[in-house]
């Protein structure tokens, strides 16, 4: 979508294109153990040395271990299951198969499972960060599941991942992060759990996507022709949302919903009222919207303030 630019005191509205691709290098791991860095330690079954204590074969990976292989039967001559570990199944419909990253969970809090730098970053931007993981073993009632978080630039952010306690079930997890002054960002997957026994599991598809949804900071609908209505500067990849506008007393002055349009676009007037024009100043608004991650629909909110100047 094009947009005209205005410079409206001092600030200037611009347009901005992004192309939604990840930016994630070896995020599927088909290129193998190559890519990210992590503080836990590659450890296969067909490694010849260390042997470890305590397992039931050479080369399995114990706490703070991984291994970069294929859905694998962890399993002692085909009869016992290594570690408790149970084989785990692609899931070739949301992309997940192939090479993974499985993981004996450390049990060194905030200890990192896999990171990355992503560089190029976009200042004031969303970017989405998600990744499928799925349990190897949990043991324990409760199930003592692994517990992981997202992690940029040192700091942890959104909701904990814990996945379901059956091996082989997959879950997507996906949060937004803004840019804001960043140029570069140290992606990373940071563990939780301190707890041995269980805490086992494996990861695919990690993905780091800037997120097409970009909203503007003001916009005057003065009968100029240039930014008449507010209406986001990117708008791809968004397939349902709900956009809602308030005043500085919470008095809501229009909802907008896919159904109306297929771009939301508020041209300052009340909507649920009168349809008068609004009277310029700060007005908060929320939109609720939903994005596509691989196959699965991930519901996400977002808000923020837009000054309305230079009205009828």
Same mark, same amino acid.
């Given at each position: ?9 001092? =600030? ?21 153990? $190559? ?13 010849? =040395? ?8 050479? &080369? ?21 299951? =290594? ?15 192939? #090479?993974?990253?499985?993981?004996? &969970? ?32 949990? $043991? ?34 996906? #949060? ?34 800037? =997120? ?101």
């Amino acid at each position: 979508m094009y947009k005209k630019t205005k410079i409206i005191f001092g =600030l200037i509205l611009t347009g901005i294109t992004l192309n939604g691709q990840n930016l994630v290098v070896n995020g599927d791991f088909e290129s193998g153990n $190559t890519g990210f860095t992590s503080d836990y330690l590659q450890d296969c079954p067909d490694d010849k =040395l260390p042997a470890d204590l305590g397992t039931w074969h050479e &080369g399995a990976p114990t706490d703070g271990q991984y291994c970069v292989t294929v859905p694998f039967d962890w399993s002692q001559n085909g009869t016992n299951q =290594l570690n408790n570990w149970f084989p785990i199944t692609q899931s070739v419909a949301n992309g997940v198969d192939g #090479e993974m990253l499985h993981v004996n &969970g450390d049990i060194i809090n905030n200890s990192k499972v896999w990171c990355q730098t992503i560089n190029n970053i976009k200042p004031n931007n969303k970017y989405k960060f998600s990744t499928w993981i799925s349990t190897i073993y949990a $043991t324990g009632n409760p199930p003592n599941v692994a517990e992981l978080q997202f992690s940029i630039n040192g700091t942890n952010f959104g909701q904990i991942i814990k996945p379901e306690a059956t091996p082989g079930n997959w879950n997507l997890f996906f #949060e937004v992060w803004d840019s804001e002054l960043n140029t570069s960002a140290d992606i990373c997957i940071v563990n939780k759990n301190t707890i041995s026994n269980g805490n086992d599991f494996v990861l695919d598809n990690i993905s780091f996507e800037p =997120l097409n949804f970009t909203m503007p900071n003001l916009f005057s609908p003065d009968g100029d022709g240039i930014n008449e209505v507010f209406t986001p500067i990117s708008f791809a990849g968004i397939n349902s949302y709900t956009l809602k506008v308030y005043n500085r007393w919470g008095r809501k002055m229009t909802t907008i919903t896919e159904k109306d349009m297929e771009t939301p676009e508020w041209n300052g007037k009340t909507r649920n009222g009168d349809g008068s024009h609004c009277h310029s100043g700060v007005y908060y608004w929320t939109i609720n919207y939903a994005v596509l991650v691989g196959s699965q629909k991930v519901e996400k909110a977002e808000n923020g303030y837009v000054h309305l100047v230079g009205t009828h």
